[in-house]
């Protein structure tokens, strides 16, 4: 699918867009002569490629007329697509493209990052008009999956379980998956996904974000990969003005938007981190290959159990797994009292792709960690759901 669409003559134009898309945006642009204007919107259709774009952007060498009579038509037969106007702005023009349904107006030499961030706030307010205009779904089935990923200690790859999982969920629903990074004090998910968010959380539970979801969307990092993330504080002072409460509001209105919300926790079980439990419909638990955090763990069960705030879905994870560590997984099983759900080995792989920033599951890398990863996701695909039938945990482990 082509997911924006050019009108323009000009080479260079194209170029800048095309720049502004690479790296930062999910999706694919495909560039029409402005002589296409001439057959109107059916036409247009047309000659597009697979289904209609989310943003259309008329560029330098469509005359204003043209550009409008074409807008107006659309803003009526197709709400959905955001529409952009590349010409000299002038307080007429604004006005009449204002009234034809374009949603901005910007002269032909804005750079590349502003251009980037112009498709981005283009693409949230299509996919928004998109959700308003589909059927009312099911009052059970309205809200998305929301996944904590959780350790009682630290230094086991929670993040970069997170952070692939994200990615991975991303392809079974492109743009329909966000994470946060709810480690308020030293959160990596920006650097596990090489992203420098202009945002962060800490703006995201304040001010009119917090009572509108549209307002929140623009706090939200577009990862090329077709993900959001809602990245920490910048600096850990900041933590101290989230609390409870506004993770709370955070997670429901994020639920009410996307698919899948994946909240990458801080480790232990802290104020922030059981607010996001109480909401959580999966728990992700990791568990690394040592008497420490395996114990820490079991621990982590029997509090949650007696506070009844073990999520319905349950998924263990045992990471750098090695036979050489002289502890089994059954031994893990046993010590901790339910089943490895997934086991990923000790990798060299996973640290390099994780000090890039790149997911192994955003690559092409195959080996027998990404494999534990794409098993990890494969349990939220729905069709593994069906077929399972919720009987994930029918083994039993005798401690």
């Not at 374009?102 to 112009?118: A, G, W």
């Not at 509108?212 to 920490?232: E, N, Q, R």
Request: neutral net charge; glycine residues 8%.
């Amino acid at each position: 699918m082509s997911r924006f669409v050019a009108i323009t003559a000009v080479r260079d134009f194209e170029g800048r867009v095309r720049q502004a898309i690479a790296g930062a945006l999910h999706g694919e642009l495909q560039t029409l002569s402005p002589e296409v204007l001439s057959g109107g919107p059916d036409d247009v259709f047309r000659q597009l490629n697979g289904a209609p774009p989310e943003v259309l952007i008329l560029g330098p060498g469509v005359t204003p007329e043209s550009a409008l009579k074409l807008a107006t038509v659309f803003d009526l037969q197709y709400p959905e697509i955001s529409l952009l106007l590349i010409a000299e702005p002038s307080p007429d023009l604004i006005l009449r493209a204002m009234h034809s349904g374009i949603r901005d107006v910007v002269t032909p030499e804005i750079d590349v990052n502003e251009l980037r961030v112009l498709l981005e706030r283009a693409c949230l307010a299509s996919a928004s008009r998109r959700r308003g205009m589909a059927p009312a779904a099911d009052p059970g089935q309205s809200r998305g999956r929301v996944v904590a990923v959780m350790s009682p200690k630290g230094g086991v790859g929670k993040t970069t379980v997170a952070t692939n999982l994200a990615i991975g969920l991303g392809k079974l629903a492109p743009m329909s998956v966000v994470i946060v990074d709810l480690d308020l004090q030293f959160g990596d998910v920006a650097s596990g996904l090489l992203l420098e968010p202009e945002h962060s959380i800490t703006e995201a539970v304040r001010g009119a974000a917090s009572q509108d979801s549209m307002v929140l969307k623009a706090f939200l990092t577009v990862h090329p990969a077709g993900i959001y993330a809602l990245c920490a504080p910048r600096t850990p002072a900041e933590s101290d003005y989230i609390t409870a409460d506004h993770v709370s509001q955070l997670i429901n209105q994020l639920a009410g938007e996307f698919k899948y919300v994946v909240v990458d926790t801080a480790p232990g079980l802290g104020e922030h981190c059981l607010a996001t439990l109480e909401l959580a419909t999966d728990g992700v638990w990791v568990c690394g290959m040592d008497v420490p955090s395996i114990r820490g763990l079991r621990k982590c069960f029997s509090v949650l159990k007696e506070l009844q705030l073990l999520p319905a879905g349950r998924h263990t994870v045992l990471n750098f797994a090695d036979r050489r560590s002289g502890i089994s997984v059954q031994d893990v099983e046993a010590t901790i009292g339910v089943p490895i759900d997934t086991v990923i080995p000790r990798s060299r792989t996973l640290p390099f792709t994780t000090n890039r920033g790149i997911p192994v599951l955003q690559g092409a890398t195959r080996d027998a960690a990404s494999k534990g990863l794409k098993k990890l996701v494969d349990r939220f695909d729905p069709k593994w759901v069906s077929t399972t039938h919720n009987q994930q945990h029918r083994r039993v482990v005798v401690s």
